[in-house]
């Protein structure tokens, strides 16, 4: 295993502390060995797609796979929903709305989602030129005490919805693409200088497994997107096409993702609600007493009808 993918694993360990270990392994292994049909490769400056069964380069520099966009630029602008439309002031109500519900729980992803905020400038934006759902991020860490400003793309899920591009079941794929890649956000604002312009399709089950995990402590469901990338890949597979993916594991790898996670998770919650595993551990409320198992369930249970109320 690379020094790389031990950080990632770290990474994604501290949002499952309470899974079991075997749970644990089953998830943080994901990160190492991914779904084996690598898709390009990186030689001599220029990628290719990996032939037959060999592996692509594991780790490849961030400045291969794209620039961090200019916010500023005519192109940039040129194709996202100009910012002050109706169009984009919508959905970027709506991203505001999910992500002040993503950070309103006392979850370790939904706090280091909350620090990050706190230290950063981040803009949304809504591409008009992208024709599947998609999400992008890009991160610039700040120096000297500036903030660390991020840049979040979407696709237009509006239109895309109206166009039938997603279905009925996988029509509410904002929260999981934004948790996703929120994700990637939390997690290059930990990153260690050394990883800091390096990249592996590891670091997107690692954002997966984030925002699987943040979506759940706040009760969204977690399968919009997923089911679109497995519906996807299913229907390839079928046609007998190419289900290789450029630097990402394939649809279906990513929605197991999803699923795994998602039971674990359950599996912690419902042995937490037994008593059978200790709970989170929670900072001390203001009036100082240690947190009683009673409260915790009544807080459980709390989340899970603001969750109910929250879904539309
Ligand atoms: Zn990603």
Request: glycine letters at 8%.
């Amino acid at each position: 295993m690379t020094e790389f993918e031990k950080y990632l694993q770290g990474f994604v360990e501290t949002y499952y502390e309470n899974a079991s270990e075997t749970d644990k392994e089953t998830l943080l292994n994901r990160i190492v060995c991914d779904a084996g049909n690598k898709r390009y490769v990186v030689q001599e400056g220029r990628r290719r797609m990996a032939d037959g069964d060999e592996k692509g380069d594991k780790i490849y520099d961030l400045s291969e796979l794209r620039d961090f966009p200019d916010i500023d630029s005519e192109e940039f602008k040129s194709n996202c929903l100009d910012t002050n439309s109706p169009e984009h002031k919508a959905c970027e109500a709506e991203i505001k709305d999910l992500v002040a519900w993503f950070t309103s729980n006392d979850s370790k992803a939904a706090a280091d989602l909350k620090a990050l905020l706190a230290h950063s400038e981040i803009e949304y934006r809504v591409r008009k030129n992208w024709t599947v759902p998609n999400g992008s991020c890009a991160f610039q860490k700040g120096e000297n005490g500036t903030p660390d400003k991020i840049v979040i793309c979407i696709s237009d899920l509006k239109r895309l919805k109206k166009e039938g591009v997603l279905s009925e079941i996988n029509e509410d794929a904002l929260p999981q693409i934004l948790a996703h890649e929120l994700g990637h956000a939390v997690e290059f604002g930990k990153r260690p200088k050394e990883w800091q312009t390096k990249y592996m399709d590891g670091a997107e089950t690692a954002a997966d497994l984030y925002a699987s995990s943040l979506l759940f402590n706040c009760g969204i469901s977690e399968r919009g997107f997923s089911q679109y990338m497995g519906m996807d890949y299913d229907k390839k597979k079928e046609k007998g096409e190419d289900t290789r993916m450029p630097y990402t594991p394939d649809g279906g790898f990513r929605r197991d993702n999803f699923i795994k996670s998602e039971e674990a998770m359950r599996r912690a919650k419902i042995n937490e609600l037994r008593g059978l595993a200790p709970a989170r551990r929670q900072p001390l409320r203001e009036n100082g007493n240690p947190e009683t198992m009673r409260g915790r369930q009544q807080s459980i249970i709390g989340n899970a009808i603001d969750a109910k109320i929250h879904n539309r």
